[in-house]
């Protein structure tokens, strides 16, 4: 793997800190800075591909399924569905 080098500009505060958690890990701090961009990389894509399968969603396929999970339990806490997908039109098949 080609590697490049990059001028970073970090606030002293920030540096410091990333200097201490490099310290505990165990790491270089190149490493650990390296380590948290490649992580805030992948958390971003993981964003990205979920909105676009969300988009391409059937909201009245998904609450067709879900008509049909968890019969004879009652809904606990976290089990509602986000505003926005309630607000979908959900249209139902005859």
């Not at 591909?49 to 969300?54: G, L, S």
């Not at 969603?57 to 019969?71: E, H, M, N, Q, T």
Request: net charge positive; proline share 6%.
């Amino acid at each position: 793997m080609r590697r490049s080098n990059f001028a970073l500009r970090v606030p002293p505060t920030l540096l410091a800190e990333a200097r201490k958690a490099a310290e505990s890990e165990g790491v270089a701090l190149n490493q650990l800075i390296t380590l948290a961009l490649a992580e805030k990389v992948s958390a971003m894509r993981t964003e990205e591909y979920f909105e676009e399968r969300a988009r391409r969603a059937d909201p009245a396929k998904v609450s067709r399924i879900l008509s049909r999970v968890g019969k004879g339990n009652p809904p606990i806490e976290g089990d509602e569905l986000p505003l926005e997908f309630a607000a979908r039109k959900v249209k139902k098949k005859k």
